[in-house]
């Protein structure tokens, strides 16, 4: 696979990623400086490719803010209390997102000599990685429910769910399967 192609797979699954997983304040965060003498085109390649990642996951949060605004349908005093809340569990969720993109990353760039061993760590991240969101979730319904009734505490956990759901069946689409 060339580099042009694997960057822009590695764009497309941030993409559809992003939305699923990643959170304002994490995902705005800017990567690291290069190390002094890391001039490396493959270094420099790589430090794109996180950056534009990085602006991926915190363009698309903001589009998932206002879909979220959109459904809830909030009364002010709800309002007052849900968007810290939502805001806290964005940015845990964004904690499991940074996995999710080095997962991404790494395959993509093992993708072409891939071996078995490579294999089993990636599935056996990527299963941690599902554990990571369901935890997140599991915790953020029951502080939900303390500040909003069940039901608008289902309606945000099912909007959450169908953005995922959507981009999940896009970057099933791009992601190519392992050799």
């Not at 969720?93 to 078995?116: E, F, N, P």
């Not at 990636?122 to 997140?136: L, P, R």
């Amino acid at each position: 696979m060339s580099k042009a192609a694997r960057r822009m797979i590695v764009l497309l699954m941030a993409l559809g990623l992003a939305v699923s997983v990643a959170g304002g304040v994490a995902a705005q965060q800017p990567t690291a400086p290069a190390q002094p003498g890391a001039s490396a085109p493959q270094d420099a390649d790589q430090e794109d490719l996180t950056s534009d990642i990085a602006l991926t996951r915190a363009s698309i949060q903001l589009r998932r803010q206002a879909i979220v605004t959109a459904v809830m349908d909030l009364a002010p005093k709800e309002a007052e209390t849900f968007w810290p809340l939502y805001r806290e569990y964005r940015t845990e969720m964004a904690k499991v997102g940074d996995r999710v993109s080095k997962l991404l990353v790494d395959y993509t760039g093992q993708y072409d000599t891939l071996t078995d061993e490579q294999a089993n760590q990636i599935m056996k991240e990527w299963i941690s990685i599902e554990k990571a969101k369901t935890s997140v979730k599991d915790k953020y319904v029951a502080r939900f429910k303390k500040i909003l009734p069940a039901r608008k505490v289902m309606r945000f956990f099912q909007a959450d769910n169908k953005l995922d759901a959507v981009l999940n069946a896009q970057l099933a689409s791009i992601v190519p399967l392992a050799r």
